[in-house]
């Protein structure tokens, strides 16, 4: 089952994982998160300003599809049009809320078949009637392997998904409507998402949590092979302008990449730091500090860290840039990407939520 969909343990509540928010006036657009009420874990609004209030200064959110909140009934291709209307009915009650809260669902990143073709125009069309200008795109996972272990069997794929003449149909409707695609997939399926983003230059793609690493069950032990592989992929896929990369989603089971005291002793953010170093440098060397953004992908990363860890961890590994290539990766890239021009006009306008947690600026 796809990592993102397994119930994690709530590693914020567990001891030793409260650190002082590092850099704590450096702004934030969290590029990645989802919001669910699921069997063995529920993370809502609440969830989410709650981690928020950590220390960071998180200034706003993109939303992106999880299967969660789907309309009970109707056309099954329509269903996800509940989740949509879910994230809008935040992202309004936010926009209406004090300055100061942060802007949750500012972009909105809904779930599509594009095997339906051209007739999946209509659904596009019905996303965009219920989120408003604050739906941005689709991602309809993509991920593949051979372990049908490593998979999650809501989302169906095959090895060429990508090169389908009917789901190209259906990409190109993006186009159309000016919509971007977040793709997630595993490492091994780039160079069929290079051959995609070179026969649709006009489609903004954004590739998730760095490229899909994977390390566990038959990847177990196989770093080195894994990483030769991902890399060589990567800065192919990194000569195609259209194409962004989120730099996250490396605390998922998956990666196999573990954690300091998997044992029950939480991670600490320059522990995690150590770890993600080898896989985020190489994107921004790849893609460059204007093509990369960071992202929590909470709740779905949770069992492996705290919000307020995993943060501190990036700004570790951001440590050396300058002040505006930390700007980059950390809230304008996402501004930008996602079209969200009215953040991005207040965003430094507005104050900070901060509580006792927060440390000194270090920068």
Known sequence: MNGQDQPHGDACRLPGT???????????IDAHHHLYDRPGIRYLLNDMLTDICSGHDVRATVYVQARS???????????????????????LACDKAPPEVPRICAGIVGYADLTLGERVRPVLESHMGAGGN?????RQPLAWDKDIELLNPAYPSHPGLLDDKTFRRGFAQLGRFGLSFDAWLFFHQLPRLTALARDFPSV???????????GTRGYEGQAAQV???????MRELARCDNVTVKLGGLGLPMTGLGWPGQGGTPANSQALADIWRPWIEPCIDAFGVTRCMFESNFPADRGSHSYCVGWNALK???????SDEKDLLFWRNAARIYRLADVSKTITQT?????????????
Request: aromatic share 6%.
């Open 18 to 28: 409260r650190e002082l928010a590092l850099d704590p006036d450096q702004l934030i």
């Open 69 to 91: 909140m789907l309309r009970e009934h109707g056309p099954e291709a329509f269903k996800a049009i509940g989740e949509t209307a879910f994230a809008h009915d935040i992202a």
């Open 134 to 138: 604050y739906f941005k795109g689709i």
């Open 204 to 214: 903004n793609i954004i590739l998730n949590h760095c490229g899909g690493v994977l």
């Open 227 to 233: 990483r030769t592989q991902w890399l060589q992929n």
């Open 316 to 322: 570790r590994i951001a440590q050396a840039a300058t």
């Open 351 to 363: 104050p900070a939520i901060q509580d006792q947690t927060a440390a000194p600026k270090s920068r």
